[in-house]
């Protein structure tokens, strides 16, 4: 997915930060400290925060409760790992790396063998490791074939809110199954002003998607919106996607078949999702059970036929999990 030699130009110190920012929840942006404590026999026995060695609390939490730890030592992140399992995770990882392998697979190694220890000799606050799944890398790379053809651009602009420049953007290149160029809007910014496109975004996105293929290669997708957009897209309802799509205030030009029907199947759910919870209180417990029951193998459908069905997960209701974290609160 990532090539070897990945080529790197033209990148804007600015936008690559923003969209950092962008993408990470606000509380680890409020709190950006972390902590690892080193746990023996479930008992800590180091604490690190931000790096610096700190006394051991005099009554800790349990380790069981990263949470605990996290509100305590005043963090937005905490690891807790058994001292037994640093040496085990380093040898089953190291052993399982190749030297063809490219930063994905490489994660992906890492992360099962994690996962395999979650709740048991390795806790983390927030739970990713129980949320995140972790496919086999050929399944992740043919998901990303049957997506994504080879020879084209993936295009991501954000807007400020007050059209005054490109917040963020980023531009890369398929080829042969690989990522093999990233860069942002500077790549063509003597083509496409920054300041000019900003200002009439909703017409100049053509020119933005004319210029990256005179320079790298045709978009395959094109999303362009406005910070505040993708704000309301992250933080609201699951259908929220679709209705900034009706309202014109997300652009998504091309846009492949698979992502259009992807996008209305969403909106549809939604809506019988809401639609079911109003009236749920006005039917018997039987047909709440068979609607239930209806409702869950609809989804099981949708996930075993649908363009991620390689994947074992749905990503829709991975979003549906990882929402939470992303709330102002």
């Known amino acids: 997915m990532l090539d070897a030699e990945l080529e790197l130009r033209d990148l804007d110190a600015r936008q690559w930060t923003n969209w950092w920012r962008l993408l990470l929840p606000p509380?680890?942006?409020d709190l950006p400290r972390w902590a690892l404590v080193v746990v023996e026999d479930r008992a800590p026995i180091k604490v690190i925060v931000d790096r610096v060695a700190i006394p051991i609390p005099h009554?800790?939490?349990?380790?069981?409760?990263?949470?605990?730890?996290?509100r305590s030592l005043g963090v937005a992140t905490v690891i807790a790992i058994e001292r037994r399992a640093v040496a085990a995770l380093s040898a089953e990882i190291e052993g399982a790396?190749?030297?063809?392998?490219?930063?994905?697979?490489?994660?992906?190694?890492?992360?099962?063998?994690?996962?395999?220890?979650?709740?048991?000799g390795v806790w983390t606050e927030p739970p990713l490791l129980e949320l995140l799944p972790a496919p086999s890398y050929d399944a992740l790379q043919r998901t990303f074939d049957l997506l994504v053809p080879d020879d084209a651009a993936l295009v991501a602009y954000v807007i400020d809110d007050d059209r005054a420049r490109i917040h963020a953007s980023i531009i890369a290149v398929k080829r042969d199954g690989d990522i093999t160029t990233a860069a942002?809007?500077?790549?063509?910014?003597d083509l496409v002003p920054d300041a000019t496109f900003a200002r009439d975004w909703e017409k100049q996105q053509k020119?933005?998607?004319?210029?990256?293929?005179?320079r790298f290669a045709k978009p395959a997708i094109a999303l362009f919106l406005e910070r505040a957009t993708l704000r309301r897209?992250?933080?609201?309802?699951?259908?929220?996607?679709?209705?900034?799509?009706?309202?014109?205030?997300v652009v998504i030009d091309p846009a492949p078949a698979w992502l259009l029907g992807?996008?209305?199947?969403?909106?549809v759910a939604a809506m019988a999702g809401r639609a079911a919870s109003a009236l749920a209180a006005m039917l018997p417990q039987g047909a709440r059970d068979r609607a239930s029951a209806l409702r869950r193998a609809a989804g099981t459908a949708i996930k075993e036929s649908?363009?991620?069905?390689?994947?074992?997960f749905d990503p829709i209701e991975l979003w549906a999990c990882l929402r939470g974290f992303y709330s102002e609160s």
């Open 27 to 29: 509380r680890v942006l």
């Open 306 to 312: 649908g363009p991620f069905a390689q994947l074992g």
């Open 184 to 189: 942002t809007h500077r790549a063509i910014a």
């Open 262 to 267: 992807l996008l209305g199947g969403a909106a």
């Open 59 to 70: 009554d800790p939490p349990p380790i069981d409760e990263p949470d605990a730890w996290a």
């Open 207 to 214: 020119r933005v998607s004319a210029a990256v293929e005179e």
């Open 233 to 249: 897209i992250i933080t609201g309802p699951t259908d929220q996607l679709a209705r900034e799509l009706n309202a014109k205030r």
């Open 97 to 120: 790396l190749r030297a063809d392998m490219d930063l994905v697979e490489q994660g992906l190694v890492a992360l099962r063998a994690l996962k395999r220890r979650a709740g048991h």
